[in-house]
């Protein structure tokens, strides 16, 4: 019984979706690994190989998606990230990622803005963005 009740669960009731990367484009990379994406999101690192600087959005703290990304993606909790970010803004070294309060809000600013790179919890492929794996 209790096996039923876990396999329902795990099947129905989890996430059935990761969540995904997306970058602009005009990027040309193939993947990232989860060390740069820690490197990209926590804002230390600034430039794609070509040298085009990087434009970080991410979701508000409080959002489902920015916390599953945070968990499912860099394995990290997200206040660590949010702590990460307040050091760099007070400490006056760096600034904190643009913030957009929903997916289709995601969509746009990251497929208006070259260098762009941001998240989803669904996938979307046009000729303005795409997703990119981690290896």
């Known amino acids: 019984m209790i096996f039923i009740l876990l396999f329902g669960y795990v099947f129905l009731v989890s996430p059935a979706k990761a ?3 997306i970058i602009n484009s005009s990027i040309q990379v193939n993947s990232l690994s989860r060390g740069t994406a820690r ?7 600034l ?6 600087p990087i434009k970080v959005f991410v979701m508000e703290d409080a959002s489902l998606s920015h916390i599953a990304f945070c968990k499912e993606v860099l394995d990290i909790y997200p206040y ?7 050091r760099l803004v007070y400490s006056g070294t760096g600034q904190a990622p643009i913030s957009v309060s929903s997916e289709d809000e995601m969509i746009a600013m990251v497929a208006s803005n070259p260098g762009a790179i941001g998240y989803l919890r669904r996938s979307i492929v046009n000729d303005r963005i795409r997703t990119i794996p981690l290896h």
Do not use: E, T
């Open 19 to 21: 969540v995904d990367i």
């Open 39 to 45: 490197a990209i999101f926590g804002m230390r690192l």
């Open 47 to 52: 430039k794609w190989p070509d040298g085009r």
């Open 80 to 86: 660590q990230l949010r702590q990460s970010w307040d």
